[in-house]
């Protein structure tokens, strides 16, 4: 069974900074590329930043400079460490693996972890 969980989600001020962890279990952890996404309220689902299976990443870019995704493909986990937090940054944010090696991917998600930032 395939399991992705969210965890280091919760309330901080603008301009401070989380960690987000994504515990995967029931996957090759090394052959998914890996992202989070993140959700806010009245808006759609959006890709934050994501880590392919040779760690190459890539962000959108309103996070750019203040985000970074690692992975660790021994603990089969995913990071999300966010600094300089904004109000906008409110969001529920989620992990996804996507496993490329068929047509189309096959994609898992974590069912979220609620980031507030407040002002």
């Known amino acids: 069974q395939v399991q992705l969980v969210e965890s280091g989600g919760g309330l901080v001020q603008a301009g401070g900074s989380l960690r987000l962890s994504c515990a995967t279990s029931?996957?090759?952890?090394?052959?998914?590329?890996m992202g989070w996404y993140r959700q806010a309220p009245g808006k759609q689902r959006e890709l934050v930043a994501f880590?392919?299976?040779?760690?190459?990443?890539n962000y959108v870019d309103s996070v750019k400079g203040r985000f970074t995704i690692s992975r660790d493909n021994a603990l089969n986990m995913v990071y999300l460490q966010m600094n300089s937090l904004k109000p906008e940054d409110t969001a529920v944010y989620y992990c996804?693996?996507?496993?490329?090696?068929?047509?189309?991917?096959?994609?898992?998600w974590g069912k979220g972890t609620l980031v507030t930032v407040s002002s």
């Open positions: 996804n693996a996507k496993d490329r090696r068929r047509v189309p991917p096959t994609e898992y």
């Open positions: 029931g996957i090759i952890f090394s052959l998914n590329d």
């Open positions: 880590i392919i299976r040779g760690s190459s990443t």
